[in-house]
T-cell receptor, first 109, second 113 residues
Framework: GENVGLHLPTLSVQEGDNSIINCAYS??????FIWYKQESGKGPQFIID?????DKRQGQRVTVLLNKTVKHLSLQIAATQPGDSAVYFC????????FGGGTRLMVKP | DTGVSQDPRHKITKRGQNVTFRCDPI?????LYWYRQTLGQGPEFLTY????????KSRLLSDRFSAERPKGSFSTLEIQRTEQGDSAMYLC???????????FGPGTRLTVT
């Protein structure tokens, strides 16, 4: 099976700084990865995805980097805002999603 | 249709009681998933349906748990003889076959006292 883990349970950043959230996975055959954001009392919300044939994908203020050699992916949030405060999960996608443990991002004003 | 809906949002029950949750997926989505999430953890897969067929069940889904999707639209998740360890957020998600992105509902928070 797939094991997905995150490196830091909590990340505190200053408003306006960049945030980097990391994730590791175990199955080298994994093909598709998704980052979700979960605010308190809500279900996870899609942020950005990446296929294994890419090493970088950019969205609005977010970038996902994939390093297949070391089975690691990261989510970068540029100019972090208070509204970015949430728990962030990486997930490996197959027939179902396998989630990591989550990183709580706290943005200090 | 603006998204996945779940009902109820919160449920408090006494140990030993049965509970049933409902999920209404996005209307054009033929796949429906159930996940369980405990505090501080990521969601864990329980089961999923493609149309009305239940295609896969996790080892987490004990025989006290049963899920149905009789007409391939809404789904119900029933827990019989609830235990305190069943306390969690139960999330429903939906998608189309061939798509990886799943759209989640707001969840049903179950508390077993």
């Amino acid at each position: 099976g797939e094991n997905v883990g995150l490196h830091l349970p909590t990340l505190s950043v200053q408003e306006g700084d960049n945030s980097i959230i990391n994730c590791a996975y175990s199955n080298s055959a994994s093909d598709y990865f998704i980052w979700y954001k979960q605010e308190s009392g809500k279900g996870p919300q899609f942020i950005i995805d990446i296929r294994s044939n890419m090493d970088k994908r950019q969205g609005q203020r977010v970038t996902v980097l994939l390093n297949k050699t070391v089975k690691h992916l990261s989510l970068q949030i540029a100019a972090t805002q208070p509204g970015d405060s949430a728990v962030y999960f990486c997930a490996v996608a197959g027939n179902m999603l396998t989630f990591g443990g989550g990183t709580r991002l706290m943005v200090k004003p | 249709d603006t998204g996945v809906s779940q009902d109820p949002r919160h449920k408090i029950t006494k140990r030993g009681q049965n509970v049933t949750f409902r999920c209404d997926p996005i209307s054009e989505h033929n796949r429906l998933y159930w996940y369980r999430q405990t505090l501080g953890q990521g969601p864990e897969f329980l089961t999923y349906f493609q149309n009305e067929a239940q295609l896969e069940k996790s080892r987490l889904l004990s025989d006290r748990f049963s899920a149905e999707r009789p007409k391939g639209s809404f789904s119900t998740l029933e827990i019989q003889r609830t235990e305190q360890g069943d306390s969690a957020m139960y999330l429903c998600a939906s998608t189309r076959t061939g798509d990886y992105e799943q759209y989640f509902g707001p969840g049903t928070r179950l508390t077993v006292t």
